[in-house]
């Protein structure tokens, strides 16, 4: 059973720092492109970041130069670190792994960017 598992959500300050991590239980994971997305409260969900199996990087504008993304195929991980957080970048995270016609979420971690 595929699974995906964040962790390192929380409450932070405007300005702060937060290393998400995202534990995917996917046979050949070196094969999926994975990817974080968020939502907010009554807004739909966006793509933050993406690191494909091979390829280009993808950061939404809105993170450009305070997110990044990155991945252990070893450990079948991957991460989001994210800096200079805002309030706006108060949502859900979700992990999602995507090969063709598969496609898994994780089940989320919150982040609250607040004083």
């Known amino acids: 059973q595929v699974q995906l598992v964040e962790s390192g959500g929380g409450l932070v300050q405007p300005g702060g720092s937060l290393r998400l991590s995202c534990a995917a239980s996917?046979?050949?994971?070196?094969?999926?492109?994975m990817a974080w997305y968020r939502q907010a409260p009554g807004r739909q969900r966006e793509l933050v970041a993406r690191?494909?199996?091979?390829?280009?990087?993808v950061y939404a504008d809105s993170v450009k130069g305070r997110f990044t993304i990155s991945r252990d195929n070893v450990k079948n991980m991957v991460y989001l670190q994210m800096n200079s957080l805002k309030p706006e970048d108060t949502a859900v995270y979700y992990c999602?792994?995507?090969?063709?016609?598969?496609?898994?979420w994780g089940q989320g971690t919150q982040v609250t960017v607040s004083s």
């Open positions: 690191i494909p199996s091979g390829g280009i990087l």
């Open positions: 999602n792994a995507n090969l063709g016609y598969q496609n898994f």
């Open positions: 996917l046979s050949v994971f070196g094969r999926y492109d």
